[in-house]
């Protein structure tokens, strides 16, 4: 284990020495975090039941300690796999950065930020685990900086505040506990006596802190600005992998208090309405990379319908139940790394041969750049959960929970479950939608000439970079009983066990839905097979077809009659449109100018909940600002009037 | 091992009989409106002859989600026909792929093929096709799920042939209100996703369900279009499943028995396509798509407060 965190450091500090030497930096700054993440990834599967400790034995502050539970174990595998993939990509892709900083800062602060994100994970003290918590915040916007544009800045300010506002409640969440435990260390966390309503303040700090990170309704509006600013490859790891360890803390939250059954109600109806309106507003979203940002908020709803099925289950003192639900949220979890790490490089190897983020003026990509077009066809698929890949499996381990709590007695949560199954197959329909993804880029006509004459395929570890997490996304699929069989593991260290995983490739639901997912496989390639041997049957097919324009209705076809994203979702939006109070502007140029049209859809809640939030501190900045007089007598002052006051404080109490 | 036999058999003797019923409808539309129509019931046999020796066009800007589109399609509606139960029963190994949620996403599955070939072929109506028919499935999926989440609860599964063999023992149905309600939304889901008028209409204007088979010429074309009718087979074999279950435990017999059950469902729908203007999408059509979202919803109500 140790070993795995030392590549990185080495890493880290190679590539800063190399400060000098550009590419060279980057190559074997980008390379050790490959070995180090692929290193990483094999060990932590390897020891997925065990536990470890390590300790540095230099004296800090506080002496750190780390330790590494089945659950830690999981989330260092989730996040090692992806970096695997991400650094790969990073090798040949921050080239293009070459020009705006240097890189070897960035492979080093990339080695850190991975570092950072396992160090979190394993944290075994509040104190080690806010450190490293800050850390991954700031190392994160840092790297964002490598995109130096005004955009990207105002991106880094929303992103540290919310940030910051989750910080303050984890921290408050943790020293409450640590309160009622007396340490802070989390071995005395467990099985702490506190009333409900202690309990319930902590938990809900908790919940809105992690929330926030996690980008879950209604504090995901820093995601789709935050995670396109970034490098695409780092973007990669902040939406597939970081995220995900803010869910570490929520799960970990939930095993150490007394857990009470709103709890669980509560984090499932946040999930149900993260997924559907992450999913809405993705649909509208022009950026492809704040479309997968969005995407990131869709599947961190879909992630909690899991945990909170699970959450749940402890709280109604059902193991099965309780085992069901975290086995399909962490299934989910590992899933949604898995393609949305494999979107993020496919968006990233477009914008790199492109230069444009908007979607409306690519197409026909997949004639340039045919393997990034096939990872990202299979990425799409993933996320619209299609069988065999992977994200059906989890999605259905989180029907299977969730229809299993719909079972139980009791109006509310019937109504909770049976509601959030509807939601979970809305969200399933319309990410279906998101073929538009694929279509708009790579398929049809190019709508910019330009862009598409210029266009070629990404550069070889970019493309196994991405190849990669393809394979991962038939593996996790495919042999879903071997993954399952691992992640129960997992789950049985703190909760009850069934066989999810029966001998023969199945997996199976506490209720007895048993499915195998390479007989599925096997059941489709046979059917897709079947047109074939239709075809040799009838001895048809046996000239090549011949080429020509699409059929315009005997009008000479133009390139802009084809559909574009925006029209694609059009009756959507215009059923939607009290979510996204769009206003089209229509601008005519005269008769022989086309008519200039707009529409950008918005996010409504940042004007509910930013918005305000946001005045309020320019507000009061404004007025406090007279307080900083740029005086030095003054400020002493200030110093000497805190230190009276602490004094007074300490008396008094 | 012999239930992976009877399973590509079903499939395989539908594929082959499925034209018979679309040269039924066709025959008997053609009678409601007073046209001569075909000659006879065979008439869709010797035209997807016709159309294998024909040659193709395609468009040059497509690539190969358009040029393998039609195979595709009609795998996946294949597939969607391989995992309804029909002739095998639980315990054996094909039913463990029959499973409520793999039919709903081989669904998707259908849709995603049809909206990435429908943009990929460039042709502006095509791309009209394709994003109407994701449309219809967001008015659709809802009441479906819904329906189909009643029945999974009552039985406490989603295992297809477990669902079908506790109807046909009796254990739930008909006798249960949330079930019979389910039924009739269930229904009215299962009519629009065959892609019928008043909500759809598989053979008229391109910007239609069928918009992409506007590009597809000769043995593509035909292959495109028995996908679709496929589909409709296999969505009108979902209801009988649940909701209709009778028949024969001999694997032949059951397969016979359910050719014509769905068969007549297939050539009644004619009786209800015939009649009445379409459906404008964001109008009309989501007016009645609310009102059986209602009644969805009456019978998930019905579940959850136990009646």
């Given at each position: ?9 080495l ?5 800063l ?98 570092l ?12 080690w ?34 940030a ?7 921290l ?8 009622q ?9 467990t ?8 309990a319930s ?13 996690a ?13 396109p ?21 929520i ?58 099925t ?78 065999p ?42 990410v ?12 049809g ?5 330009e ?98 324009d ?9 390139s802009?009659?084809?559909m ?9 939006r215009?059923?939607?449109d ?10 005519d ?6 008519v ?13 909940f ?16 007279v ?27 | 091992?012999?239930?992976?036999f ?5 499939v ?86 029959s499973d ?18 429908s943009?990929?072929?460039?042709n502006p ?8 028919e ?23 599964t ?11 023992s ?10 019979a ?7 009215w ?51 009988l ?24 469902f ?27 979202l ?14």
């Amino acid at each position: 284990m140790t070993d795995v965190y030392l590549l990185y450091v080495l890493g880290s500090v190679v590539s800063l020495l190399l400060y000098k030497y550009n590419s060279i930096a980057s190559k074997i700054g980008f390379g050790i975090s490959t070995v180090a993440s692929g290193y990483g990834a094999y060990y932590f599967f390897m020891h997925i039941g065990e536990t470890a400790h390590f300790s540095t034995n230099i004296a800090l502050l506080y002496n750190p300690t780390f330790s590494i539970d089945p659950v830690s174990n999981f989330f260092s595998f989730v996040i090692t796999l992806i970096a695997f993939a991400s650094s790969m990509y990073a090798i040949q892709y921050a080239e293009g950065y070459a020009s705006k900083g240097s890189l070897g800062v960035m492979a080093s602060l990339f080695n850190l930020f991975i570092l950072s994100m396992l160090l979190v994970v394993s944290a075994s003290d509040v104190f080690w685990f806010m450190i490293c918590w800050e850390l991954m915040t700031i190392i994160s916007a840092f790297l964002i900086c490598f995109n130096d544009s005004t955009s990207s800045m105002k991106a880094i300010m929303v992103y540290l505040g919310i940030a910051h506002l989750g910080g303050m409640c984890i921290l408050s969440a943790f020293l409450l506990l640590a309160h009622q435990s007396g340490s802070l260390e989390f071995s005395s966390f467990t099985s702490v006596p506190m009333s409900p309503l202690l309990a319930s303040i902590i938990f809900l700090l908790a919940f809105i802190g992690f929330g926030s990170k996690a980008g879950m309704f209604p504090f995901h509006v820093w995601l789709p600005k935050a995670h396109p600013a970034a490098p695409t490859n780092v973007s990669a790891l902040m939406s597939g992998v970081m995220i995900k360890v803010a869910l570490f803390g929520i799960i970990k939250f939930c095993l150490w208090l007394p857990v009470m059954e709103w709890w669980g109600l509560l984090i499932i109806v946040i999930g149900a309405l993260s997924s559907l309106l992450g999913v809405l507003y993705a649909l509208i979203q022009h950026d492809y990379k704040a479309l997968l940002a969005y995407h990131s908020v869709e599947n961190i709803g879909i992630i909690l319908l899991g945990l909170g099925t699970g959450v749940y289950g402890i709280a109604i003192n059902s193991p099965t139940l309780a085992t069901v639900g975290f086995l399909a949220g962490l299934y989910h979890t590992v899933n949604h790394a898995i393609f949305k790490g494999l979107l993020f490089l496919g968006a990233g190897s477009v914008l790199h041969a492109t230069h444009t983020r908007e979607i409306e003026i690519l197409g026909g990509l997949a004639k340039k750049m045919p393997y990034t077009a096939f990872a990202m066809f299979v990425g799409v698929m993933g996320i619209a959960a299609l069988p065999p890949l992977n994200g059906f499996v989890s999605e259905w381990f989180t029907y299977q929970g969730m229809m299993q709590g719909a079972l139980g007695e009791g109006i509310l949560p019937r109504f909770v479950f049976t509601f959030s199954v509807i939601a979970l197959a809305l969200t399933g329909v319309l990410v279906v939608i998101h073929l538009k993804l694929y279509a708009v880029i790579f398929a049809g006509t190019p709508r910019n000439k330009e862009i598409f004459d210029h266009a070629k395929e990404a550069p070889i570890s970019m493309i196994l970079g991405m190849m990669f997490l393809v394979v991962g996304c038939f593996a996790f699929g495919i042999g879903a009983s071997v993954v399952t069989d691992n992640i129960m593991t997992v789950v049985t260290s703190f909760s009850g066990a069934y066989q999810a995983a029966p001998e023969g490739g199945y997996i199976a639901s506490p209720l007895g839905s048993t499915i195998s997912l390479p007989l599925i496989a096997m059941v489709i390639s046979g059917a897709m097979s079947l047109p074939f041997l239709i075809i040799v049957m009838m001895k048809a097919n046996r000239t090549a077809p011949r080429e020509t324009d699409p059929w315009a209705c005997g009008f000479k076809y133009s390139s802009r009659m084809q559909m574009t994203a925006g029209p694609f979702t059009g009756d959507l939006r215009r059923l939607m449109d009290w979510l996204f109070q769009s206003k089209p502007t229509v601008e005519d140029q005269g008769y022989f100018k086309p008519v200039i049209y707009t529409d950008h859809p918005r996010d409504i809640w940042w004007n509910i909940f930013y918005q305000p939030v946001i005045n309020a501190v320019a507000y009061a900045v404004d007025k406090i600002a007279v307080m900083q007089n740029g005086s030095t007598s003054v400020y002493a002052a200030y110093i000497l009037g805190a230190l009276c006051l602490f004094l007074a404080i300490s008396h008094l109490i | 091992m012999s239930s992976l036999f009877f399973m590509i058999f079903q499939v395989i003797v539908i594929v082959l009989v499925a034209p018979f019923f679309d040269g039924v409808a066709r025959s008997l539309r053609a009678k409601l409106q007073s046209r001569k129509g075909p000659p006879d019931f065979l008439q869709t046999y010797r035209d997807i002859i016709k159309y294998f020796k024909r040659n193709r066009t395609v468009p040059h800007c497509s690539h190969w989600v358009f040029r393998y589109g039609p195979y595709t399609l009609f795998g996946t509606g294949a597939a969607l026909l391989a995992v309804i139960p029909i002739t095998y029963s639980s315990h054996s190994l094909a039913a463990s792929c029959s499973d409520v949620f793999v039919v709903i996403y081989l669904g998707a599955m259908l849709r995603y093929i049809f909206g990435a070939a429908s943009i990929d072929s460039g042709n502006p109506f095509a791309g009209v096709g394709g994003s109407r028919e994701q449309m219809l499935s967001v008015f659709v999926e809802p009441v479906m799920m819904t329906s189909l989440l009643v029945v999974m609860l009552l039985a406490r599964t989603s295992n297809l042939v477990e669902i079908q063999e506790m109807v046909r023992s009796g254990v739930i149905g008909y006798q249960i209100p949330a079930f019979a309600v389910a039924s009739i939304s269930f229904l009215w889901a299962m009519y629009v996703e065959s892609g019928r008028n008043p909500y759809d209409l598989a053979e008229a204007e391109q910007e239609l369900q069928e918009g992409v088979l506007g590009e597809y010429c000769g043995a593509d074309f035909s292959i495109a279009h028995a996908g679709l009718i496929l589909k409709q087979f296999a969505m009108i074999g979902m209801f009988l499943t649940i909701f209709e279950p009778w028949s024969f435990t001999n694997p032949f017999l059951a397969l016979i028995v359910f050719i014509v059950k769905a068969g007549v469902f297939y050539v009644a729908a004619v009786f209800i396509d015939n009649f009445g203007p379409r459906h404008k999408l964001l109008t009309s059509f989501r007016s009645n798509a609310l009102a059986a979202l209602g009644v969805s919803f009456v019978a998930l109500v019905l579940y959850v407060v136990g009646a």
